[in-house]
């Protein structure tokens, strides 16, 4: 079926999709070292489910990230956010973004949800620009942009850790 929204992307049929954690992963990007560079890091998803509806308009998706999966190109740079003075990952093990509502857009489809970051749960908007079929399950590809660590109250390593990020999500999502 097609949507029936503003967009042309085809979606799948209604119904319950697993996401694979094998086949699927978080992307972080965020300035460092006053604005000078740019970090790129990957976390891990632990699990998650895309419930697909008719109407579309009505379909959800929970993912849950593991916080303590943060890897980026520099060790001590990844021990250090997940430490207590950033991420806090032995206090808050888990990233959760969930969904509230789904609009068609002119560039795909607007999740519009929450994220569950460092104990404090806030609203966001993930555009997803990729929705397709990939085997028996569909293939789905969301951004968030200039989200603000400190309104999580992720408040450490001022000057060193920019205070705006991105996440890409980039799920494969199995029919069950």
Known sequence: MTDSGTTSQKVPAPGTYRIDQNQSEVRYSGKHMFGL??????FRIEQGQI????????????????AASFRSDSARRDKDVRSAGLLDVGNHPKIIFVTHELRGSGDGWLAIGTLTVHGRTLPVQVLFDVVQQEGNGIRVHGRADHLDRTAFGITGSRGFAGRYLDIDLDVLAVAV
């Open 51 to 66: 419930e697909v509806a008719d109407p579309l308009e009505s379909s959800s998706a929970t993912v849950v990230v593991d």
């Open 37 to 42: 560079g740019t970090v790129h890091a990957t």
